[in-house]
């Protein structure tokens, strides 16, 4: 059974440009979640999907992040326009249903510069 | 609001040291408990939890038990190989929340020299 997969690994984008960021679950879990890590500090929470809905989207720092999920697939994350504060580590997660076992995927590395 | 501090690293050992990382934690309302791994390279993954006090969570030779009464979580392991260098998140999961949204501490990076 494959893992959870983000891509890409690493992107590299300067100040006020537009990046998109991937994640692709599990198959068969409907949980999908989002977390960042900024600047080696804690990891936070950014939004949680539950098959295609936004089940609660209170960590999402500002109107510059979107997150989509296309029919309770994959996800992704857009960053636009991408700020040098938006640079971090932005992992995904995805679980059978809330109250069990998160798996993350590898996380993608954004430098904005 | 809900948080968990852990105490910062990087902590350097030698092998076969033991390793303690502290997890302290504040919470709202009754939460579980978990301790993630990220190996260099890797994804998080889940290490140990416990859901209720006094529960003791183990795997891998790391133990961690579930202390309500200082709202405490510390990772333990009585003897650490090299191939357990690698970053340890506390973290906290409060189940009347947003379905398992977890809250993470910041991370104690581990670095177990030869």
């Known amino acids: 059974e494959a893992g959870v997969t983000q891509f890409p690994s690493h992107s590299v984008i300067e100040k006020g440009q537009t990046v998109t960021l991937r994640c692709d679950p599990i198959?068969?879990?409907?949980?999908l979640y989002w977390y960042r890590r900024v600047m080696g500090k804690e990891i936070k929470f950014l939004l949680h999907f539950v098959k295609e809905s936004k089940q609660d989207e209170s960590g999402m720092p500002n109107n510059r992040f979107l997150a989509e999920r296309t029919g309770g697939t994959y996800s992704t994350l857009k960053v636009q326009p991408a700020e040098l504060e938006d640079s971090g580590v932005y992992f995904c997660?995805?679980?059978?249903?809330?109250?069990?076992?998160?798996?993350f995927g590898p996380g993608t590395r954004l430098t904005v510069t | 609001g809900d948080s968990v501090t852990q105490m910062e690293g990087p902590v350097t050992l030698s092998e076969e040291a033991f390793l303690t990382i502290n997890c302290t934690y504040t919470?709202?309302?009754?939460?579980?408990l978990f301790w993630y791994v990220q190996y260099p390279g890797e994804g998080l993954q889940l290490l140990l939890k416990a859901t209720k006090a006094d529960d003791k969570g183990s795997n891998k030779g790391f133990e961690a038990t579930y202390r309500k009464e200082t709202t405490s979580f510390h990772l333990e392991k009585g003897s650490v190989q090299v191939s357990d260098s690698a970053v340890y998140f506390c973290?906290?999961?409060?189940?009347?929340?947003?379905?398992?949204?977890?809250?993470f501490g910041a991370g104690t990076q581990v670095v177990v020299t030869p």
């Open positions: 919470a709202t309302g009754y939460p579980s």
């Open positions: 973290a906290l999961s409060v189940q009347t929340d947003s379905w398992g949204k977890l809250q």
């Open positions: 198959s068969g879990h409907d949980n």
């Open positions: 997660a995805s679980s059978q249903d809330g109250f069990y076992e998160q798996y």
